[in-house]
């Protein structure tokens, strides 16, 4: 079984590293980090907010993918501009690979109506890329690289829309528009390339008032990307009297997810997910699931917000 899971993290490294630049990373919570899929969120609470999220991905197989990512945005001037920072931090393969993203996103708002808003948002930041091949090397010989990735940096430029109301709203981005490489091949030696490519994002949701003090938001996000099917995530959520959340959620051909939610104070939320894979992964049994956890902090009441419904 042991060699089992060490053929299993090395598939992986090596498909990670000609593949991790290509995939922005997928939430599940991405409705509690919005920041990481569309720029253009950034102030649209209305208030600043803190959000600090992790996932372990297969969780019981040794050296699976791990993701650390906080984000801080807040509305100035009127409300008219947002501005944002996020860090995005990926692991996988016991230290094989490590890559840290970090971006500046700026949103312009132009309210046609106190309730109905359109801001234009962009992104400006890069990538550190970190790769171990000797460690890579212990368990697959085959593999002839000479040396290993220090800190290679990419830079990033990103953009998206975001129209929403006090009850839906509708976003599209881009959150990776250049193409960068991250291995080249040289004179002496073919290697393989992995280039970033561009990802495109369509997202929307609606918030239902129901009876008994319950509220329901059906959610989507679409991810289109070339070379790749297109991949869409379905969910249910239910926020009870404000404070307990509720979510079930599908990833089409890839996971179940449940989720649930508890608001601490007026300014703390906190949020766990488990995801459970559909693919002939998720039945082998040194893969107990994924799992991610979330913390979300509003530095003012939102409840000062008029005409602000903010289950988005």
Known sequence: ???????????????????????ETHYTQYVYNTLSVNPAYAGSRGVASLTGLYRSQWVGLEGAPETSSFNIHSPIKNNR?????????DRLGEGVTDRTDFDLA??????????N???????????????????L???????KLESNVDNRFSPNIGAGVYYHTNKWYLGFSVPNILRSKNFENDATQVNFIAENRVNYFLMAGYVFDIKNNWLFKP??????????PLQMDLAANFLYKQMFLLGLSYRFDA????????QLT???????????EVTELGRTEFNNGSFEVFLRYELFNLAKNKGVNRFF
Do not use: W
Not at 109 to 115: D, G, L, M, Q, V
Not at 118 to 133: H, I, R, S, Y
Not at 137 to 143: A, L
Not at 266 to 276: E, I, N, P
């Open 255 to 262: 996971s179940l997810s449940g989720s649930f939610g508890f």
């Open 106 to 115: 700026f949103s312009y708002t132009i309210p046609f109506s106190e309730i």
């Open 266 to 276: 007026k300014h703390l939320l906190m949020g766990f997910t488990y995801d459970r």
């Open 1 to 23: 079984m042991k060699k089992l899971i060490l053929k299993c993290i090395c598939l992986m490294v090596l498909t990670a590293l000609e593949l991790n630049s290509q995939q």
């Open 219 to 228: 959610t989507l996000l679409a991810r289109a990307l070339a070379g790749v």
């Open 117 to 135: 808003k359109l801001a234009f948002g962009l992104k400006v930041g890069g990538q550190l890329l970190n790769v171990d091949f000797v460690k």
């Open 81 to 89: 501009v947002g501005l944002g920072f996020s860090v995005i931090n």
């Open 137 to 143: 090397r212990q368990f697959v010989q085959e593999v």
